[in-house]
């Protein structure tokens, strides 16, 4: 497994953009696909984006698509949500995580990652 550590998130207003990173403890992401999810107050927790290990392919939950851009940087080893026109809805822990393998499913599924990180929470105020 990876130690993953999450940064970036904030209490911002609706409208401004956030941008999360992602980075291991000792060990390279660069042959894991990875992806983010986050969880909201009482909800379950809900896969946002997530990246294969080239970057070529990249997954977004319907709700984001548009909005929310992930993309790595293997040569500096950092996974990165760039979350743009922020909304309430948006308001939850981020978790970034990692796959034991390189590529995605169509819909990648919590149980395809392996390690993740504590969170960092996000807070988009009306």
């Known amino acids: 497994q990876v130690q993953l550590v999450e940064s970036g998130g904030g209490l911002v207003q609706a409208g401004v953009s956030l941008r999360l990173s992602c980075a291991p403890s000792?060990?390279?992401?660069?042959?894991?696909?990875m992806g983010w999810f986050r969880q909201a107050p009482g909800k379950e927790r809900e896969v946002v984006a997530a990246i294969t290990y080239s970057g070529r392919g990249t997954y977004y939950a319907d709700s984001v698509k548009g909005r929310f851009t992930i993309s790595r940087d293997n040569a500096a080893n950092t996974v990165y949500l760039q979350m743009n026109s922020l909304k309430p809805e948006d308001t939850a822990v981020y978790y970034c995580?990692?796959?034991?393998?390189?590529?995605?499913?169509?819909?990648?599924?919590?149980?395809?990652?392996?390690?993740w990180g504590q969170g960092t929470q996000v807070t988009v105020s009306s």
């Open positions: 995580a990692a796959s034991g393998v390189p590529g995605l499913r169509p819909v990648p599924q919590e149980a395809d990652f392996r390690s």
């Open positions: 000792g060990r390279t992401l660069a042959n894991y696909a």
